[in-house]
């Protein structure tokens, strides 16, 4: 039974590679880049390191807006999954769905972004930037914490306790989670977008084309 777990699991995992290899144009930038991405993501995601501080809703939310909603959404599906079996945190169980799903809404919102944003330099991109993760990183922490909740009505709270149960151990995690990604996307995203543009190619790049 384990085996075919683990089996089905690396199959699963081996799909989104697939698809992104069938959606993104062949150029060895791009690959190499996507390799990169997903190995440093996975490889902080499962670093110890201090509750609720991550990069990898940046990374999903750069690479959504870099690639397209889909890519978006599976690079962070399978980081999310692959952080559900191994974080140092331990198993995530019940909650897994509820990060999969939440991570995936981050990169979803990194594709559309795309379609708004023109002006990568300005102050007002900056703060618009800051103020959209935080906005993603509190969709994402309601999310989880409904998982949270869930898992205690599984075991027979009231639905009414136990969100309100989740919600009250949630809320100090979840303000480290969303102040820390106020920084990291208010400062990190525009110039770390504008670096990969001259990576992949200036002007001609796939990153320029309309989604």
Same mark, same amino acid.
């Given at each position: 039974?384990?085996?075919?777990?683990?089996?089905?699991?690396?199959?699963?995992?081996?799909?989104?590679?697939?698809?992104?290899?069938?959606?993104?144009?062949?150029?060895?930038?791009?690959?190499?880049?996507?390799?990169?991405?997903?190995?440093?993501?996975?490889?902080?995601?499962?670093?110890?390191?201090?509750?609720?501080?991550?990069?990898?809703?940046?990374?999903?939310?750069?690479?959504?807006?870099?690639?397209?909603?889909?890519?978006?959404?599976?690079?962070?599906?399978?980081?999310?999954?692959?952080?559900?079996?191994?974080?140092?945190?331990?198993?995530?169980?019940?909650?897994?769905?509820?990060?999969?799903?939440?991570?995936?809404?981050?990169? %979803? $919102?990194? !594709?559309?972004?795309?379609?708004?944003?023109?002006?990568? #330099?300005?102050?007002?991109? /900056?703060?618009? @930037?800051?103020?959209?993760?935080?906005?993603?990183?509190?969709?994402?922490?309601?999310?989880?914490?409904?998982?949270?909740?869930?898992?205690?009505?599984?075991?027979?709270?009231?639905?009414?306790?136990?969100?309100?149960?989740? %919600? $009250?151990? !949630?809320?100090?995690?979840?303000?480290?989670?969303?102040? #820390?990604?106020?920084?990291? /996307?208010?400062? @990190?995203?525009?110039?770390?977008?504008?670096?990969?543009?001259?990576?992949?190619?200036?002007?001609?790049?796939?990153?320029?084309?309309?989604?």
């Amino acid at each position: 039974m384990y085996y075919d777990l683990c089996i089905e699991s690396l199959i699963w995992m081996d799909y989104p590679s697939k698809l992104m290899q069938q959606h993104l144009v062949k150029n060895p930038h791009t690959i190499t880049f996507i390799s990169i991405l997903t190995a440093l993501c996975l490889a902080v995601q499962l670093s110890p390191r201090p509750p609720n501080v991550e990069f990898t809703s940046l990374f999903t939310f750069i690479l959504g807006f870099m690639s397209g909603s889909l890519i978006g959404v599976l690079f962070g599906s399978f980081v999310m999954f692959v952080n559900g079996f191994f974080s140092p945190w331990g198993f995530a169980g019940l909650n897994m769905p509820f990060q999969i799903a939440g991570m995936a809404v981050v990169g %979803l $919102a990194g !594709g559309l972004y795309k379609k708004y944003l023109r002006d990568y #330099s300005s102050a007002k991109s /900056f703060i618009e @930037v800051a103020v959209l993760g935080a906005f993603l990183t509190v969709l994402y922490d309601l999310v989880t914490n409904f998982g949270v909740a869930l898992s205690y009505m599984i075991v027979g709270m009231p639905p009414d306790l136990a969100v309100i149960t989740a %919600l $009250a151990y !949630g809320t100090p995690f979840s303000l480290i989670h969303v102040f #820390s990604n106020i920084f990291v /996307f208010g400062l @990190v995203f525009i110039p770390l977008i504008n670096a990969i543009k001259l990576y992949l190619g200036g002007e001609k790049s796939w990153l320029n084309k309309e989604q």
